[in-house]
């Protein structure tokens, strides 16, 4: 991305970065609350338009946007399988009905995720970890090559936080670029890449990012 600048309104939080994201490696996103992590998100994921600059993408697919939790109404009527199965609907459309090959897809990454044992249960009885893995499956169900996830470790138990850095190198292995905010030391010790936004700004980045 080149010269990034973005807005809310008349309040400008990213200014002019210029960042590469390394490709079928996990690139750590650090920063204090407020540097702007899920604002760079929204604008490399194409949800946030910049007010400024241009993010050039080599990715061919439509990227995954995993937001955090929070963000997700408690009261969306929809059961694990069928979240982590909205994950196939820009291959599918909405009203198409997902094919065998979808089916495996989301069982797998309900799998990946340790969410099978939940899979007829409403999204709104989960606990917030559950439901920020059942988020993370319905992230990895887009099979996009280009996986963008905010703070994917919060309200996770020990156990699941630990998983999460071996997982998201697995997706590397497979093809798949992965960017992550984290307020978590282990999970940015473990990525390949680092950019750290400080107010809105590239404070640091690792130099060998190649595109
Ligand atoms: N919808 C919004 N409207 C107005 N300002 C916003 C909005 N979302 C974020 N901001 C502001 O933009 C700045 C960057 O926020 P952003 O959420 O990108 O930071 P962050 O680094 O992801 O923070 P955190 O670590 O707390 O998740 C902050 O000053 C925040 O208050």
């Known amino acids: 991305m080149h010269t990034v600048s973005a807005a809310y309104g008349p309040a400008t939080v990213l200014r002019e970065v210029t960042a590469a994201v ?4 996990v690139t750590a996103l650090l920063g204090a609350n407020g540097s702007g992590k899920s604002t760079l998100l929204g604008v490399v994921a194409g949800v946030h338009a910049p007010a400024a600059g241009a993010v050039e993408r080599f990715h061919t697919e439509r990227p995954a946007l995993v937001v955090q939790h929070s963000a997700v109404p408690d009261s969306l009527p929809v059961t694990v ?3 982590v199965a909205m994950g196939r609907w820009a291959h599918r459309g909405l009203w198409r009905r997902l094919t065998a090959a979808d089916r495996a897809i989301v069982s797998e990454c309900m799998e990946r995720l340790d969410v099978a044992d939940l899979a007829a249960r409403p999204l709104g009885s989960l606990s ?5 893995r059942t988020l993370l499956a319905q992230g990895l ?3 996009s090559d280009l996986l963008l996830l905010d703070e994917p470790g919060t309200g996770l138990d020990a156990a699941t936080q630990e998983a999460i850095p071996a997982i998201l190198e697995d997706l590397c292995a497979e093809g798949v670029t992965v960017v992550h905010a984290t307020h978590d030391p282990q999970a940015a010790r473990r990525a390949h890449h680092h950019l750290r936004l400080r107010g809105g700004r590239l404070a640091a980045a690792d130099t060998d990012a190649a595109a």
Do not use: M, S
């Open 22 to 25: 390394p490709a079928h490696r």
């Open 141 to 143: 169900a887009q099979r």
């Open 128 to 132: 917030g970890g559950q439901r920020q």
């Open 81 to 83: 399988r069928e979240a």
